[in-house]
């Protein structure tokens, strides 16, 4: 579809009112406070970025059922029309994941872009403390809706943004030059920032990471901010504000705003891998019993946050009792083959347990819980995170703070799986 037929089909009179109606909506929440990006919000049409999004009909359902909600098609246009000036994240893209022949074969749509809820981007936005004159990188290009709110913000020339697909970018590209905006486009993996346009005063990354790519703070000049949402072994992600420092280092608190990104991936034409791969013990594994409910792992956010920090070479993963006896469990191994299971469902006030290797990953999840009690129970806001070139971790409270720190695991090397 090109711009102009959507363009056809949009009163612009009713576009004005729909984008003032949402300001609104999102400043009484708290996401949209300055004048200067009210007034970019209310200028750039989210529309014309989202000529079509992909609707699930059964959240939750496996397989989904997606269905494309086209703003031209008479019968989606005002369903269509209404979500785009909703506060509302919108699917734009899918790509199928292989599953394997042993169960079942075929390909399993997973989503590769979105449009991010227009509160949460105005939230990153104010939060990234963006002044005139700046330059920012987008890691995450998707639609180009973003990049369009920057280049109304700062001018064109002030605003890069790298996409992995560059299917998506050339469409993004077409729709932000149709509506007078030229940013630096670029296809590629965004892990390696865009060098030639550094350095940035800002960068701020659309999808999440589960360590910080070093060269973003290469790429950002000193006292320069990086907003990015940082995701654990449990999924368990919250936003970053790092301020990079003359040394090398960049340093900041999680924010307590929610956020959830889908996961940097490396392969444009495939989806991340959302498969955890975890290899069974081949020592026989000892039987035990904890007062730890693991379902509060998946379901208390917090809690979810301290684990995955503490645990953060793990491997978690949900699975069912063959027998069904004892329903859920959950699962949970780290590089040095030490793996524990921990069933949902508890007897006499307990939940059984096995575990095996050098490492009692049960018990170490049930030090992480007293740790955390001791701590009076902290959201992710009360930690923070420091980057260096070669070592990242979180701390609790303050960079400075060296007592209670825990270190992200380093990458696997390259070739080894
Ligand atoms: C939530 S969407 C971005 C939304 C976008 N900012 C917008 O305004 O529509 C996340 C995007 O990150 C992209 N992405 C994933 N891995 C990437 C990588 N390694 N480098 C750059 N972009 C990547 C995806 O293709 C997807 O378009």
Not at 81 to 93: A, Q, R
Not at 119 to 134: N, V
Request: hydrophobic share 35%; charged share 20%; glycine share 6%.
């Amino acid at each position: 579809m090109t711009v102009q037929s959507i363009e056809a089909v949009v009163d612009n009179e009713v576009v004005q009112p729909r984008l003032q109606a949402l300001a609104c909506e999102i400043s009484e929440r708290g996401a949209l406070r300055s004048r200067q990006w009210r007034r970019v919000f209310t200028t750039v049409r989210r529309h014309v970025f989202l000529p079509r999004y992909l609707y699930d009909e059964e959240p939750g359902s496996i397989p989904a059922r997606w269905r494309v909600v086209e703003g031209t098609n008479p019968d989606d246009h005002h369903e269509w029309f209404t979500s785009v000036y909703s506060d509302t994240t919108l699917i734009v893209d899918l790509k199928g994941q292989s599953i394997p022949p042993e169960r079942g074969g075929g390909s399993h749509p997973i989503v590769t872009s979105s449009s991010t809820m227009p509160s949460l981007m105005m939230r990153m936005l104010e939060d990234l403390d963006i002044h005139d004159g700046h330059r920012v990188l987008e890691i995450g290009t998707g639609t180009g809706y973003n990049a369009a709110l920057l280049s109304e913000r700062l001018g064109d020339t002030h605003v890069t943004s790298v996409d992995i697909d560059p299917e998506l970018v050339a469409i993004a590209g077409r729709r932000l030059a149709a509506h007078g905006y030229r940013p630096h486009l670029v296809a590629a993996d965004g892990v390696a920032g865009v060098s030639d346009h550094a350095p940035y005063d800002r960068i701020i990354a659309t999808c999440s990471v589960d360590r910080i790519p070093y060269a973003w703070i290469t790429q950002t000049r000193p006292g320069g901010r990086i907003m990015v949402n940082l995701r654990g072994p449990l999924m368990r992600s919250a936003l970053a504000l790092l301020t990079v420092h003359s040394n090398g280092t960049a340093s900041g608190p999680f924010l307590s705003t929610g956020a959830i990104f889908m996961p940097l991936r490396h392969d444009p034409s495939a989806p991340y891998d959302y498969t955890v791969r975890i290899t069974r013990p081949d020592t026989e594994p000892t039987s035990g019993l904890t007062s730890l409910d693991p379902n509060n792992l998946h379901h208390n956010a917090a809690w979810g946050f301290f684990a995955q920090t503490y645990l953060a070479d793990a491997a978690f993963r949900l699975v069912t009792a063959e027998d069904d006896e004892m329903s859920l469990g959950t699962e949970i191994a780290t590089p040095n083959h030490s793996w524990a299971l921990i069933w949902h469902k508890p007897r006499d006030g307990c939940y059984p347990t096995s575990q095996a290797g050098s490492r009692r990953l049960v018990n170490l999840l049930e030090r992480a819980y007293h740790q955390w009690s001791a701590l009076h129970q902290p959201r992710w806001d009360t930690f923070g995170l420091t980057v260096t070139p070669t070592d990242q971790w979180v701390y609790y409270h303050q960079p400075d703070n060296t007592y209670l720190r825990w270190d992200l695991p380093l990458p696997a090397p390259v070739g080894v799986p």
